[in-house]
DNA sequence: TTGCGTGCAAAGGTTTTGCATGGCA
DNA sequence: TGCCATGCAAAACCTTTGCACGCAA
């Protein structure tokens, strides 16, 4: 993408309001849509597309029937790596800050030479409430 | 599944065939289909749910636009724990045996309160070859 | 015979593609 | 002006559902 185009604006603007949370192209699309100024799905998959290339957006698979996961992240993204836990018993989805993680990425990397990539990794299990 | 139908056993004999191998739907359709006795998805995929739920096969989530990925592991399913990592360089998915990832989901269940399915959660990431 | 399993056809939901239009520089 | 982005419509894909038929017990 190399225009400046009010699409990519608008969206830009919106996803600042919600950094860090996670959100679908369904979710923005509603949005728009809400606002009276909605934004084409195919509009909104390339410019998400585009926006993870970018390294701006994080996306995650985090169900296989459902959409696609966003979170916004910006221009600095934090270093610090938050995984993922996606609750199978009740579908909610978990941040948690975890240094054995990190641990196991070091381990993982010099020991079975594989560079595992948090930012896209989901731990699927139970979470407290369902287990 | 109450019935032991003739799908169901052809199924399972060319399950055992390719036990620990990664396979989706579309390849055991493919199989029988080219056997000239030919099973119905819809079929296919209540089995294979059947089988998920029997505990005989694994299923994994292994890239959001693409089939599901199953494991026949047979009625005595390895304790041990082979940790599934999708590269993302060149699409391969390899087992890993990691003493590292049971000790995290250890962690991750005694401190963060969530109960980690190693059968379920695959890291992306890149192979040796692609990093 | 009873009821479960099968499989076709069709629907479901997310994402992609073709193509004409419209906007950015 | 020249090229890129947009967005509609339609396709592509995997998976699920409805329903009539057939097979297992």
Same mark, same amino acid.
């Given at each position: 993408?190399?225009?400046?185009?009010?699409?990519?604006?608008?969206?830009?603007?919106?996803?600042?309001?919600?950094?860090?949370?996670?959100?679908?192209?369904?979710?923005?699309?509603?949005? *728009?849509?809400?606002?009276?100024?909605?934004?084409?799905?195919?509009?909104?998959?390339?410019?998400?597309?585009?926006?993870?290339?970018?390294?701006?957006?994080?996306?995650?698979?985090?169900?296989?029937?459902?959409?696609?996961?966003?979170? *916004?992240?910006?221009?600095?993204?934090?270093?610090?790596?938050?995984?993922?836990?996606?609750?199978?018993?009740?579908?909610?989805?978990?941040?948690?800050?975890?240094?054995? *993680?990190?641990?196991?990425?070091?381990?993982?990397?010099?020991?079975?030479?594989?560079?595992?990539?948090?930012?896209?990794?989901?731990?699927?299990?139970?979470?407290?409430?369902?287990?």
């Amino acid at each position: 993408m190399k225009y400046k185009t009010k699409q990519r604006a608008a969206l830009l603007d919106y996803l600042e309001t919600r950094r860090g949370e996670h959100i679908t192209v369904a979710d923005i699309r509603a949005h *728009f849509e809400a606002l009276g100024r909605p934004i084409g799905t195919t509009t909104l998959y390339r410019q998400t597309d585009e926006l993870v290339r970018e390294g701006l957006l994080r996306k995650y698979i985090v169900d296989e029937n459902s959409a696609a996961c966003f979170e *916004f992240t910006g221009e600095q993204p934090t270093k610090e790596t938050l995984v993922h836990c996606k609750c199978e018993g009740c579908g909610k989805l978990l941040h948690i800050r975890c240094g054995q *993680f990190e641990e196991m990425r070091r381990h993982i990397s010099a020991d079975h030479d594989f560079a595992v990539d948090a930012r896209r990794t989901v731990l699927y299990g139970l979470c407290s409430d369902c287990r």
